[in-house]
């Protein structure tokens, strides 16, 4: 077996998996881009994805005939869903909220409207999408100790004296510049060892919100020793379409085109762009 070179770093909404499951399942999506772009020869770097979904609480599946949102009852969780909904896209033509922001029985219709909008203008399904990213974020953000123990089964992870580039999807993103900030990230030493770069791939970092609670002021920005490319895709709701141009320090967009899933991480990890990445990541 090949040594641990990448740690994969998933999105919080993975409550009926586990690490093997994660792990070969993008260690299967990455093999397909590298030896598709590079030959049937090409070497496959060894890849760990740290499990922590479970230290998240679900949050229930809703449709928009049905809206399950009888669980949103925390004001302050309503508050942040309605913000962070409000400034990803401000241009959608709804209705005011009727009634006090805090009261649940008032804003759930305004949040059903906000999914009807978000279907409309990034396809069917993308306004639960949003709304369920939202509401983990919130979690992962204003719960310290999941969010604690998160962060410790990824720095076990890290620890491993061959790992190099960190590979982190969507609000695993989130999670894993939160580390760099706490200085929890190895840094590359002298023995080869530390990670020298990280690819981060459908990334919600361009919500202001997440801005605003990870105390970012100005731009993003990780430690000099570590080069950071972001790929997303334009159809991707959870990205809003955009890259992290002009909002991280030094970091390198690049475009794809995931097709009829553009948030999946299955289809971010067997693009060719993922492939040279990590490539020259390792070389």
């Known amino acids: 077996m090949s040594s641990i070179q990448i740690v994969g770093v998933h999105g919080i909404r993975q409550w ?13 999506a990455l093999a397909y881009g590298i030896t598709r772009y590079f030959g049937a020869a090409a070497h496959v770097p060894g890849l760990l994805t740290p499990y922590y979904g479970d230290v998240f609480p679900k949050t229930k599946r809703f449709q928009l005939s049905q809206p399950g949102l009888d669980d949103l009852t925390d004001p302050n969780e309503i508050n942040f869903v309605v913000e962070t909904l409000e400034e ?16 649940p029985p008032r804003v759930r219709p305004r949040i059903t409207q906000w999914l009807a909008g978000l279907d409309g203008k990034w396809g069917r399904g ?8 939202i509401r983990e974020l919130y ?18 992870s890290l620890t491993d004296s061959d ?7 969507s609000l695993g993103s989130v999670i894993i510049y939160d580390m760099s900030q706490r200085g929890e990230i190895p840094a590359p030493g002298a023995n080869g060892g530390g990670v020298g770069t990280l690819i981060t791939c459908g990334s919600p970092l361009n919500w202001p919100p997440v801005k605003r609670h990870l105390d970012v002021t100005s731009e993003f920005q990780l430690p000099a020793s570590i080069t950071w490319v972001n790929i997303f895709d334009p159809k991707d709701p ?10 991280a320090t030094g970091v390198q967009d690049i475009q794809v085109d995931n097709g009829d899933d553009p948030h999946a991480a299955r289809r971010y990890l067997r693009q060719e762009a993922m492939a040279r990445a990590v490539r020259t990541a390792l070389a």
């Open 16 to 28: 009926d998996t586990n690490a093997l499951k994660l792990g070969t399942d993008w260690r299967t």
């Open 88 to 103: 990803y896209a401000p241009d959608l033509d709804l209705p005011e909220p009727d009634g006090t922001l805090g009261v």
């Open 126 to 133: 993308a306004g639960e999408t949003i709304v369920t990213r």
């Open 139 to 156: 979690g992962y953000l204003h719960n310290p100790t999941a969010a604690e123990q998160a962060r410790q089964r990824i720095v076990g």
């Open 163 to 169: 790992v190099r580039l960190v590979i982190a999807h």
């Open 238 to 247: 959870i990205t809003a379409g955009q890259g992290l141009s002009g909002k």
